[in-house]
């Protein structure tokens, strides 16, 4: 006998049942091409802060513990380029890299297939916002279990206007009612799958969108809106890749630090190699790092007539470490000098001295440190000056050496990439140093960066897992040498000489 559900007109409605999905899986949409940015290659492919913008996007979604399974919808032709990404980064959550729709439309209906039937949430984002932070995947999934669509999105810091076909304006929307729209976005599977099945229906259809399909074809149906980010940035043009390498080193700088027990777990038993280590930051480095537990080798030219220009004496000074300890995880290259002087009026030996204790040593060093830091999967880390952004007067080879540095950085963290070997840079703005003192002579105490500042940085960096950057220290505005923070910001006049 079937049970008549008709209810009379003071039955209570019927209470829709809870939501309980069976797992959250993150689909990473990674089919463009890179037409817009003149690639030869997909823009996910590209690499920004020392590993491919793709690699970035999964490692959010790998460290979310709300995200159970991820699947990477590849762009056609590129599947085995990102299966090596996934398989290297040693991602276990990617159950699938699979190739994209020729559609978004297409795409979307591969990747629901590919999640299978069942009740699950699932997030669409693109693979190239690679600054996607925690926060917002974790809000996405919290409002799922009260709205069946999210969507994510920023103000609109831009008065939009409405053109017609001959571009004058038929309307100025209102900015405060518009928002600048995002990924990922959020789906209760059911939702996402019965709004597409209700568009196989119209013959017009297209997506851009998923969030839009929801709205057209199941109108009823509310779209939560959760605030988004301005550094969850696409990567679209050339620009682009400039402000998400710089968005990378902002947000590296500014990660919490340790406590001395965390410091402590992380350098006990390591070896680290100081050249330029007798004063300013490379001896602040040296003390910071011995009292963590590191073992710490400096060499200089005033305490161990070591010469960084010089192969024999690089060479002697890590073979010296790495007798003592058996190994060697970390080397960095504070030494520097600074010669201020008319470039035409400046003489050979003077200008020979810029070039080789600048810039030639760190080469030097960064080739007969390779064997080493593969053994560890190490870092070498060198230091650039807030001179390397435009050329300076009176000290033209001392900045066009800072500048080599960075170029220096990132073309080895390309190059050692595949070993395991990373290669950052320190950009500190003008800190207190004796070479500084010698060059400038005194100044105002408050206008400089303290070396022990650079120097805990410095350690930051060397326990991160970053490679590729180039790291900006700065001093919070209006404050000492002692209170400096990570910030971005226009190069200061002066340089910020190393060591």
């Known amino acids: 006998m079937t049970q008549d559900h008709t209810t009379g007109p003071d039955a209570a409605p019927e209470t829709p049942a809870p939501w309980r999905p069976s797992r959250t899986v993150a689909v990473v949409l990674a089919g463009g091409t890179g037409t817009r940015l003149g690639l030869g290659i997909p823009k996910q492919l590209l690499k920004i802060a020392g590993k491919p913008i793709i690699e970035h996007t999964l490692a959010v979604f790998e460290a979310a513990p709300e995200i159970d399974e991820i699947i990477v919808l590849m762009a056609v032709g590129h599947v085995d380029d990102a299966q090596q990404i996934v398989d290297k980064a040693g991602f276990r959550k990617v159950s699938k890299v699979i190739a994209g729709g020729e559609t978004r439309n297409a795409t979307t209906r591969i990747a629901l297939d590919a999640v299978g039937e069942g009740d699950v949430n699932i997030l669409f984002h693109d693979a190239v916002r690679p600054l996607l932070s925690g926060r917002i995947v974790r809000e996405c999934v919290n409002a799922l279990w009260t709205y069946s669509a999210v969507d994510v999105a920023i103000p609109s810091a831009d008065t939009i206007i409405q053109v017609d076909a001959d571009d004058c304006i038929t309307d100025i929307p209102v900015r405060s009612s518009l928002r600048r729209g995002q990924t990922p976005q959020a789906f209760r599977s059911g939702t996402i799958r019965e709004a597409y099945r209700i568009a196989e229906g119209d013959p017009d259809f297209a997506a851009t969108d998923d969030c839009g399909v929801v709205l057209r074809y199941l109108p009823g149906t509310p779209i939560k809106v959760i605030a988004g980010s301005d550094d969850n940035i696409k990567v679209t043009h050339p620009v682009d890749v400039h402000l998400a390498d710089k968005l990378f080193q902002l947000a590296a700088a500014q990660a919490p630090r340790l406590s001395d027990h965390g410091y402590a777990e992380e350098l006990t038993g390591r070896t680290i190699v100081v050249f330029g280590g007798s004063y300013g930051i490379g001896h602040e480095l040296t003390e910071l ?54 470039l035409a009026e400046m003489d050979q030996e003077t200008m020979d001295r810029v070039l080789h204790v600048n810039f030639v040593g760190p080469v030097t060093i960064a080739r007969q440190s390779l064997p080493y830091l593969r053994q560890t999967k190490g870092q070498l880390l060198l230091y650039t000056s807030s001179s390397y952004t435009r050329g300076r007067a009176r000290y033209a080879l001392y900045s066009a050496t800072k500048a080599a540095l960075v170029n220096l950085t990132q073309a080895l963290s390309d190059e050692w990439a595949e070993l395991g070997v990373r290669v950052n840079c320190i950009n500190p703005e003008r800190t207190a140093t004796p070479m500084r003192t010698k060059a400038f002579g005194e100044e105002p105490e408050h206008t400089l960066l303290a070396a022990e500042t650079v120097a805990q940085s410095s350690l930051d960096v060397l326990i991160s897992g970053l490679t590729g950057q180039v790291i900006d220290v700065r001093r919070a505005p209006g404050e000492g040498p002692a209170a400096a923070v990570p910030a971005q910001g226009t190069p200061a006049v002066a340089p910020a000489p190393a060591g």
Do not use: C, M, N, Y
């Open 289 to 342: 790092a011995r009292r963590h537990g590191a073992q710490v080798f400096p060499f200089s030219r005033s305490t161990t007539g070591t010469h960084v220009e010089r192969a024999e004496d690089v060479e002697a000074a890590l073979k010296t470490a790495f007798e003592a300890t058996g190994r060697i995880d970390h080397v960095v290259v504070t030494a520097g000098i600074l010669e201020k002087g008319e």
